[in-house]
């Protein structure tokens, strides 16, 4: 597109096309940076450990992490707005909860699974009501139903547990795809995360969450339907904590109300470690991908090595914090080195 | 006696992808107001942030009273006694008009504690010498437009400033502001102090400055004494050509009513106002900063809601209540201020042209990049944006073209209704003049447009019909052949009443 | 008279004084002992961590980022004063005291510097120091606790000692709060707080430095945890490894419901303080009232949902007001 802005000096522009320069940039691209550290996890393991590299251990671990993964997705889209929601973990328990209701009740898989999805998304037209029809910030809300709604199903189930699903319903949660060894949970989440990548990228909707987050006002007055945006956001994250809750839930085979306890806090991490920018309106769909199975391999591979969860936590900690650094130090370096030719 | 002050001394400043600034020379004396003359985009504002400490050159020299000087910080600057009013209204909405006035600078007391009572009374005093009618204890999201401007002013008078500097000052100000402002720097120039005086109107520049300096491109083009040059020679410096007509106003049979707004009101904003729109027809709305024009135009437009009133579109009683709504009924509307309301900063131009119509050149909600990009290149060529290219953010533009990519992104939709709010504040001669003829083609082709406007000379040049508003009320209508700026000045002033 | 209280609180926390009233009213009812002196006492003395720890979040918030790493920097603090101790128990307790809060200063200063220099959002810097943190109060501890037995006495009393019958732990959190009080208002970087948060180019413009700003919120927030991770671990007479986790989202609750704008730029220190007490009669509510511990954080979490409800509400209304009038 660039060769056809008509009216500025072309003395003016400086050409910076070069292919250094263009690798350069990339090479200081978030992205980038996250494919960096991943291989370096990978070659890294595969020396330490000989379970590492291993076809049905890669696979098999996947199981621990795609629940999370699958509701970091719909986080982007809240984020990206600008909103957050801090209940998600809350609503997959209420949603864990419904379902080991129903299926004590004597309820069959198909109506397991259509409780649980369907509790999923009311909690999410719940925050998403409170959020824009009384116009109280997503996080307020949040941080309240993040106890109301774990505090029902601890309220009705005390220190109990719902431990009995119908047989049929393990195979969300622990089956594999036909005869390979390929995960359920893995193939669901790669196939959501391909609609709700199109969705961010490729449609007009997309671009419209972009707008949103970047100033909800200029939006509005360019025709976006600001509050309708971001109550489906809020749906859909209530929808996706709901199938998370499914495929947990058939996983562990129980209910209990602390299940998946902090886990919002672990979906926010791997969206912002992602790039996508907290203040909403700038990230992608791909550097939440490789920020997940970044952070999914090297727990596996640091369990793999018997490290323990207290150096797990503080490594996982600085990983967040450089892959946020290294782009910036980089660029801050870029940026000097490019004036100091300009000077010259 | 005058002598330099501030001089520049082969200043560049460079962006990714644009050079903003280039060699440029640029000497400021005492007791003397200086304007500074460009096209959108030839290096102003930089220049400006340059000599208050926001940015740094990337090469070059600043001479403060002969000795060379850095400033680091804005913070620097001031403390060398330069003062500015910036182009893009900074302020903190959530603070007082005191704190707002004496952010960076604040008054302590011996051990250091804030002196709010001494800076409460400053302040009034500095609203009282301005003539502004405000409480200095007012949040400033309580104040309108022109009251904020007015508030900057008093911002940059409050610091001690052997300089002042003003970029773009008047363009939300109406007439009297406007007379209180020129009183001021008057007085300033007499107390020896130096002023740089940054506008797009001509007008202003003859009436208050004394000396002027021209860019191009970033780069200096020339100066020389306002009492001796002619408009015509300034304007060949800043475009490289002379100007065709300003107001290319185009003959266009008046076709139906499209519009019938009857006794529309919304309560402390607008009253009773009823008015007529037909196709072909560009109807301007006069009236001073505050009006309730702007309103008007948003109650039309589906944001704030009436309270009162009909809206008769093509003959059918329309209720819109949002701007989703309206615009499906074919109505624009190109908003007063471009940062909050116009454009969306952090995103590309392109994607900012498109953004309205986003849905309609979406088959099946798929983007399309081909028609994105069409688009873009036709309507940001036509208003002349002055850009990298089209992938850059907007808040990498300079303000003039950052009203133009507001432009042109409204224009791409292709309205039955266009309703211009300000659309020419902060552009220059040479493309104002090309939205003009490129509005009344619109109108002649059958469009009908309102066009709200603060600088008298547009409305008159313009509009078929003049509607004045005064106080949140319509107080004349006037038709292209009757008004004239007497009575058009006369009914926004409420000094004459009646149809 | 109204006027002059309407002027110290603003509407927002006139609204919100007027929640606890009717909470207040509703605990009586039900438990009538709710309000004795000695229970009064009690709630205040319980909530003065909060709202220690919820002033530090608040400067954080006020310019617009958060500090997720409260809970971790409190356990970090506390950890290592407790140790300090145990292993010197003839050190002075207020030189324990002053080290801990130097530990939370320099935890505090690293993450200023995470957001200041290094450009890295506040909430990654804090999401990823939260887990370093605590991570570090195990390194630090070995896995072990320190425990009441091991502490002396000395220690444990900091903050359960008496100054003219008003506990030292209450003491310290209304010294916390006359100190933050002056600093928000009367000073020229607490003023700039406000600034950052309010338009960071505004600021810029009249040379308001965000570096400074930022690194200065997150050193205070971080003395502050110090300072309540020793009174944690002395009132408990416990470190663990676990202590505060959670502690954050009280902090950050107490500042959205005392009305500290979650974008920047707006709130006041008055308004945390109600509404870490609002939180802390919660606290301590529900187990007077009665009610099955099962029950505790669901109510808990309607009546903050609630109370955030009411108090939008109520904004909203006094907006409305306050336009009408202006258009009068
Ligand atoms: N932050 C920035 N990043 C990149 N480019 C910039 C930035 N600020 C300004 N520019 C570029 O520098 C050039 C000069 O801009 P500047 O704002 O100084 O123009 P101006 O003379 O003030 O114009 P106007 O009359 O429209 O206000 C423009 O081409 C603009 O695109
Ligand atoms: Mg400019």
Known sequence: MSDKLKHVSQSRLINETSFKERLIETVTKWEFILIVLFAGVVI????????????????????????????????????????????????????????????????????????????GMVCGIFNGLLITGLKIPAIAVTLGSQSLFRGISQAILGDQAY?????????????????????????????????????????SYGRKLYAVGNSATAARFSGVPVARIRFTNMVLNGLFAGIAAVLLTSRI????????????????????????????????????????????????????????????????????????????????????RKLMKQQA | MKKTILELKDIAKYFPGIKALDNVDFTIRTGEVHALIGENGAGKSTLVKIMTGVYQPTKGKILMEGSEVHFGTAHDAQAAGVAAIHQEASMFTELTVTENIFMGHHLRKKGGTLDWKAMRQHTQELLDRLELDINPDTLIKNLGTAQRHMVE??????????????????????????????????????????IVFISHKFDEIFEICDYFTVFRDGQYIGEGEVATSSVDEIVKMMVGRSLGHMFPKKEAAIGEAVLDVKGLSLPGFFKNVSFTLHKGEILGFFGLVGAG?????????????????????????????????????????????????????????????TLPQIDKISPFGVLNKKTEKTITEEFGNKMEIKAAN????????????????????????????LILDEPTKGIDVATKAAVHEFVSEMAAAGLAVILVSSELPEVLGMADRIVVMHEGHVSKVLNRDEANSDNVILAATGHEEGM | MKKSIEKILQN?????????????????????????????????????????????????????????????????????????????????????????????TALGAFNGSC?????????????????????FTFVLSKGQWVTAHEMTSAYTMIPRGRLFGIPNLTTWAIFIFIIMYYFVKYTRHGREIYAIGGNKTAAHFVGVSEKKVNFMVFTISGALCGLAGVMWTARYAAAVNETATGFELQTVAACVLGGVSIAGGSGTITGVLLGALFLGIINNALPVVNLSPFYQMAIQGFIVLAAIVANVLMEQRNEKKLLNRRRQ
């Open chain 2, 153 to 194: 002013i008093a911002k940059a008078l409050s610091v001690d400033a052997q300089l002042v500097i003003m970029d773009e000052p008047t363009s939300a100000l109406s007439l009297h502001e406007v007379e209180e402002l020129y009183k001021i720097i008057r007085q300033l120039k007499d107390e020896g102090k130096a």
């Open chain 1, 163 to 203: 431990t009995q699903y119908p047989e049929s319903f393990a195979y969300f949660g622990q089956g594999y795809v036909g005869d390979t060894l390929i995960p359920f949970e893995l193939v669901l989440f790669l196939i959501l995360a391909a609609v709700m990548g199109f969705i961010l990228h490729k449609t």
């Open chain 2, 293 to 353: 024009r702007s309103e008007v135009m948003r109650t039309i437009f589906g944001i704030d809601k009436k309270s009162e009133g009909t809206i008769v579109l093509n003959g059918h009683e329309i209720h819109i209540s949002s701007p989703r709504l309206a615009m499906q009924r074919g109505i624009a509307y190109v908003p007063e201020d471009r940062q909050e309301q116009g454009a969306i900063l952090e995103m590309s131009l392109s994607h900012n042209i």
């Open chain 1, 253 to 336: 085979g129980s209910t209990r109300p602390n299940i998946a306890n902090g886990w919002d806090m672990e979906a926010i991490t791997l969206v912002v470690l992602g790039g996508v920018s907290i203040s909403g309106g700038k990230g992608n769909i791909f550097g939440v991908i490789i920020a997940i199975f970044l952070l999914g391999y090297l727990k596996f591979g640091m369990g793999l090595l018997n490290i323990s969860a207290r150096s797990m936590i503080i490594i996982t900690g600085f990983l967040l914090i450089a892959a946020v650094l290294i782009p910036e130090m980089l660029g801050r370096f870029k940026a000097k």
């Open chain 3, 115 to 135: 957001v200041a220099f290094g450009k890295i959002p506040p909430i990654i810097t804090t999401l990823g120091t939260m887990s370093i943190f605590r991570g």
């Open chain 2, 390 to 417: 089209w992938k850059v953010n907007a808040n990498t533009l300079s303000g003039g073209n950052q009203q133009k990519v507001v432009l042109a992104k409204w224009l791409a939709t292709d309205p039955d209704i």
């Open chain 3, 12 to 104: 927002r926390e006139l609204n919100l004084v007027g929640l606890i009233i009717i909470l207040l009213i509703l605990v009586t009812i039900r438990s009538p002992r709710f309000l004795e002196l000695r229970n009064v006492e009690r709630i205040v003395n319980d909530t003065a961590i909060l709202i220690m720890v919820a002033a530090g979040q608040f400067l954080v918030i006020l310019t617009g980022g958060i500090d997720l790493s409260v809970g971790s920097t409190i356990a970090f603090s506390g950890m290592a004063a407790s140790m300090l101790n145990e292993a010197y128990p003839a050190m002075p307790v207020y030189l324990i005291l002053l080290i801990g809060v130097l530990v939370g």
């Open chain 1, 44 to 119: 890294f393991f595969s020396n330490a450990s000989p379970y590492f590299l291993n076809y049905f251990n890669l696979m098999n671990t996947t199981f621990n992490f795609m629940e999370k993964a699958i509701m970091a997705l719909p986080m982007i889209f809240v984020i990206m707005c600008g909103d957050i929601d801090i209940s998600v973990a809350s609503i997959l328990a209420l949603s864990s909860f419904a379902m080991g209701h129903a299926s004590a009740a004597g309820a069959g898989t198909p109506e397991i699974i259509l409780i649980g999805l369907c509790v």
